[in-house]
């Protein structure tokens, strides 16, 4: 089998619905993440279904309508190769989806990708998280998503300034996410964020549990947040 079989049989036995064209895009996409993995460290997941099962379906198994809303802005934080915010935005195109990262390099190779799938919803952009979230983009996006980026505590301070009251983050984690939440309901207190669903994944063929946390935006985040990465890592809240 090939990639987009992989891509297919996996998504609906997740009970995703993608189109031909959506199938051919992730196949694209695949082949250019595989290609450009050679020279630049994007992934260590380049076999054809692990990609499918890992990156693709792992991704796209945080999209609920309830929360991801027609034309909703999403700022997907530390995308890395473009994950989930890549996916998302061929499964949606209706998203406006800003893929953050702090390494440039991985953003030009993510500027064309878009260039060359068409995907007309998705835009890049350059900075660490503790900077931009004091400058324009500070609670002006309707969603959060972040992926493998750090413990939810931590997590929290850097993404929930840049969601609007009322949006959505959306942390995908992995099993031991009860410790996380554990740990984090100071920050949540702190900084705005309440837990409104935690659903468990498991991706088929996979017997790893894995979870998505969906947090609301319930009051605007202190000023003085985000803090520099030293005070966050010295006294994190």
Sequence with gaps: ???????????????????????DQLQRFYEQVVTTNEHMNLTGITEPEEFALKHVVDSLSCYDPKYFTKGATVIDLGTGAGF????????DPSLQITLFDSLQKRLRFLDGVIEDLDLQGLQTLHGRAEDLAHQEYRESFDLLTSRAVARLSILLEWGLPYVKVG????????????????????????LGG???EVKEVTLPTLE??????????????????????KEIKIKPL
């Design 194 to 196: 309440e837990i409104v």
């Design 208 to 229: 790893d549990k894995r979870a998505i946390v969906y947090i609301k935006k319930v009051k605007p985040t202190a000023k003085k947040y985000p803090r520099k990465p």
């Design 84 to 91: 989930p915010g890549v996916p998302l935005g061929i499964y």
């Design 1 to 23: 089998m090939i990639f987009s079989d992989y891509v297919k049989a996996h998504t609906n036995t997740y009970g995703l619905d993608l189109t031909d064209t959506q199938i």
């Design 167 to 190: 949006g959505y983050m959306v942390a995908l984690k992995g099993s031991i996410v009860q410790e996380e939440l554990e740990e984090s309901k100071r920050a949540l207190s702190i």
